[in-house]
């Protein structure tokens, strides 16, 4: 295992469409954060995860969006009703909490969404 | 309303220069500082980090300075080298992080020059 992995790489939908992310975080990370990122901005956080409890949501995160990771390992974000403006690269990071490290996320490649 | 700030979308340095990245935030319960690395198609890459009790950390090449009373900090990369050629991101973390994971600027382009 040596790092993040994401998958799909990428994702065309049309309008309207449901779609569905897939993160495996580092093995030994607890924490697990969903990003996205637009054209010309930095990644802006969504929700993380410590081990399966959901402990942070963003605003940015309407009632579209919902996020699961059932077992504290993998995790899910699912996309109803997509929408033109949900087009972005989609990222996951996971860390170790409790330790100095905590705040140092490392990133999968992400996800890119299209959505037609 | 940005939090952090990187106001140069871009800079070019010549190969074996210095490029300084600059990074402004406004929000002074920030304790804990991040540089970010991308290249195209890829996720950022962690690259050096400051705590608040610090003023600087080095890491080979790279220095990173902080200045709590400006709310300012750089990244130096010093001699730069091709590889260099990548967006960066500036990042902070408040209370310890979790909530609120990290709040990134909008990222520097820098383009090492041959």
């Known amino acids: 295992d040596t790092g993040v992995s994401q998958d799909p790489r990428h994702k065309i939908t049309k309008r309207g469409q449901n779609v569905t992310f897939r993160c495996d975080p580092i093995?030994?990370?607890?924490?697990l954060y969903w990003y996205r990122q637009t054209l010309g901005q930095g990644p802006e956080f969504l929700t993380y995860?410590?081990?399966?409890?959901?402990?942070?949501k963003s605003r940015l995160l309407s009632d579209r969006f919902s996020a699961e990771r059932p077992k504290g390992s993998f995790s899910t974000l699912e996309i109803q009703r997509t929408e033109q403006g949900d087009s972005a690269m989609y990222l996951c990071?996971?860390?170790?909490?409790?330790?100095?490290?905590?705040?140092?996320?490392?990133f999968g490649s992400g996800t890119q969404l299209s959505v037609l | 309303d940005q939090q952090v700030k990187q106001n140069s979308p871009s800079l070019s340095v010549q190969e074996g220069r210095i490029s300084i990245l600059n990074c402004d935030y406004t929000?002074?319960?920030?304790?804990?500082f991040l540089w970010y690395k991308k290249y195209p198609a890829e996720g950022p890459t962690f690259l050096i980090s400051?705590?608040?009790?610090?003023d600087k950390n080095e890491d080979g090449r790279f220095t990173v300075f902080l200045n709590k009373s400006a709310k300012h900090l750089s990244l130096h990369i010093v001699p730069s080298q091709p590889g260099d050629s990548a967006v960066y991101f500036c990042?902070?973390?408040?209370?310890?992080?979790?909530?609120?994971?990290?709040?990134f600027g909008k990222g520097t382009h820098l383009i090492i020059q041959p």
């Open positions: 990071a996971s860390s170790l909490s409790g330790t100095a490290l905590q705040e140092k996320l490392f």
């Open positions: 093995s030994e990370h607890n924490r």
């Open positions: 995860f410590q081990n399966e409890a959901q402990l942070e």
């Open positions: 929000n002074s319960m920030f304790d804990y």
């Open positions: 400051i705590s608040s009790i610090k």
């Open positions: 990042a902070a973390s408040a209370l310890g992080g979790g909530a609120d994971g990290l709040t």
